[in-house]
């Protein structure tokens, strides 16, 4: 967290840049590769509690590990709706929330109700956590509701079909295209090339765009997530700490056993 008391969002706050922010998943688990990453010049980090061995410990590490970097951090809770799970990635200090396959407005309207505080929602009410430094943020609980922010992911054709319907909900502040999961919806599951998969997702850029709200995704490669800019979305992620890992351990294990090949490794969130 920076020194001074926030006034706003520090993700939202990076959608006004001239350039879409750029981020990378963290799904190892560690708090050394969650602040090398943020100091390798990312704007923003996922800390992914969906998918791998991340629990709140792990998170708790790993955001204060971020916070002491120029990368801003995403939560990216393990359930949409289960709001004790919300509750305590909240209290951890989080204050930008992924909420994973979202189908409806009626589901994304549950997931705002268990971010905000009463009259907005019903958040559990705690005066001293992380989130309060401690009991020192003096106007925590005032502000809280307008530091959190909610990015609500559609994974399906049938979540995007109601794109609009969804990104009406108040307290919804962003969209996320998870292509891996539309790959599998449509029946080829880990061709984020398909020409299905593209079609729907620069629909999705469009219509947000349309609507007037911001729209992310993520890719395994800088010429994929280039093509998706190209597109219109707003913030883009690139690979993880794993697969930043695995691939130069495979290319440098190619190199020393004299291979000039390798398979590329399949990379969808």
């Not at 800390?47 to 991340?54: A, F, N, R, Y």
């Not at 925590?140 to 609009?164: F, K």
């Amino acid at each position: 967290m920076s020194k001074h008391q926030p006034e706003v969002n520090a993700f939202l706050a990076l959608l006004d840049q001239s350039t879409p922010p750029l981020g990378t998943w963290l799904m190892a688990g560690t708090a050394s590769n969650a602040e090398a990453l943020g100091h390798a010049g990312f704007d923003w980090l996922l800390i992914d509690m969906e998918h791998g061995p991340i629990d709140f410990r792990d998170a708790w590490q790993m955001l204060q590990a971020v916070d002491c970097t120029p990368a801003t951090p995403i939560v990216r809770v393990a359930g949409s709706d289960d709001p004790v799970l919300v509750k305590r990635a909240l209290d951890l200090g989080a204050r930008t929330l992924m909420f994973p396959y979202v189908q409806s407005a009626e589901q994304a309207r549950r997931i705002v109700a268990s971010a905000k505080y009463p009259p907005l929602g019903q958040r559990g009410f705690a005066g001293v956590h992380r989130a309060s430094r401690y009991g020192t943020f003096s106007d925590y609980s005032r502000l809280a509701n307008g530091l959190t922010t909610c990015i609500v992911q559609l994974e399906t054709p049938e979540a995007i079909e109601r794109l609009e319907e969804i990104a009406a909900v108040e307290g919804v502040d962003a969209l996320f295209i998870g292509p891996g999961d539309l790959s599998a919806a449509l029946g080829s599951i880990g061709n984020l090339q398909g020409e299905r998969v593209r079609a729907l997702m620069r629909s999705a850029a469009q219509r947000a765009r349309a609507v007037g709200i911001p729209i992310g995704t993520l890719g395994p490669t800088p010429e994929m997530v280039k093509d998706f800019v190209d597109m219109g979305y707003d913030y883009v992620a690139v690979g993880s700490d794993l697969v930043f890992m695995m691939q130069q351990a495979k290319s440098v294990l190619a190199r020393m056993k004299g291979h000039t090949d390798h398979a590329p490794m399949t990379v969808a969130y």
